[in-house]
């Protein structure tokens, strides 16, 4: 544990820009298949910029829609992984009136949210608080080898009409065994083994500064990654702009690049530098250190 939260219980999934499908279905009754469930003849994508909305810290802002009864309706939100997944851990935040003990639904083999194998994974209290460290209250859980996930989002708040509005949807967890063998690893440089977790810096005052020191790995057992480079971004917050990278004592700069990494081997050292300003916003800042390679050869 690292100041005042708990640690979180996996990686957060960068479902809004790893290769996951994003969508939603309107008009709902049960988050589950069956039971009299109304569903829509086809499900929606959600923009770029819903999934960053959904997937960001920020509680005012997130996927709004309108009930079409005066129930309310309701409706679905639905991740499709590009890869099976093992999953850790969920936050989602909404406005419903009725919001309370639901449920998230998984799937190991769904190909379109209608299909496959469906199941209520865990029971789950969605949140309605609008406080910006909210987002720390994750329920975990271990489910493995899951292709999708789906969470409902009751559509009660002021019957038809009303504005239903789902905030925020954090999901926690990684890649299941065996799965995407070709990719980089962040690689602890102190103990040659990849970081389970997140680096999480704890209660640390503005205007302070402190380094970590990591690795990349080419986990493929046959390719090289070739024009790998490496930057910090951000959804909310502005946080991206406290961090630089020096690879190998070359100097700090806001990203950086690496030619390529054969099968198997590892990067040079790369100091993480975190700087935060005098004028820092006084809340829970999230960063992502993002890395990528043009091709696989």
């Known amino acids: 544990m690292a100041g005042f939260y708990p640690d979180v219980p996996g990686r957060r999934m960068e479902w809004d820009n790893d290769g996951t499908v994003g969508q939603y279905q309107d008009g709902v009754g049960l988050g589950l298949e069956g039971a009299g469930s109304s569903y829509p003849i086809a499900n929606v994508d959600l923009t770029l910029q819903q999934r960053q909305d959904l997937n960001d810290e920020d509680y005012n ?4 829609l309108t009930a079409t009864s005066t129930g309310g309706g309701g409706f ?8 099976l997944r093992d999953l850790d851990g969920v936050y989602f935040r909404t406005n419903s009136v009725s919001v309370g003990s639901e449920w998230l639904y998984d799937s190991p083999d769904t190909t379109n949210g209608f299909d496959g194998a469906w ?3 865990v029971a789950v209290t969605w949140s309605k608080v609008d406080k910006l460290d909210d987002w720390r209250t994750i329920t975990s859980f271990a489910r ?7 969470v409902h989002q009751d559509g009660d708040y002021g019957g038809a ?3 239903i509005i789902s905030r925020n949807l954090h999901v926690y967890g990684e890649f299941a065994a065996g799965e995407t063998p070709d990719r980089l690893l ?4 102190n103990t040659a083994l990849e970081f389970a977790l997140p680096k999480d810096y704890g209660d640390v005052p503005r205007g302070s500064a402190r380094d ?3 690795k990349l790995k080419n986990n493929s057992a ?5 024009t790998i480079g490496g930057d910090a971004t951000d959804l909310f917050g502005g946080s991206a702009s406290w961090f630089t990278f020096d690879v190998s004592a070359s100097g700090f700069l806001g990203s950086y690049s690496i030619t390529s990494l054969a099968a198997g081997v590892s990067s040079a050292v790369i100091t993480v530098r975190q700087d935060i300003p005098d004028g820092a916003a006084l809340q829970l800042h999230a960063t992502r250190h993002e890395v990528s390679t043009v091709s696989w050869t």
């Open 222 to 226: 046959s390719l090289t990654a070739n």
């Open 144 to 150: 493995t080898d899951k292709r999708a996930v789906k």
């Open 76 to 83: 679905n939100i639905l991740l499709f992984f590009p890869e």
């Open 212 to 214: 970590y020191t990591m």
């Open 119 to 121: 199941a209520q994974s």
């Open 161 to 163: 009409g009303a504005a």
């Open 186 to 189: 962040f690689m602890d440089e």
């Open 61 to 64: 802002i997130g996927l709004t």
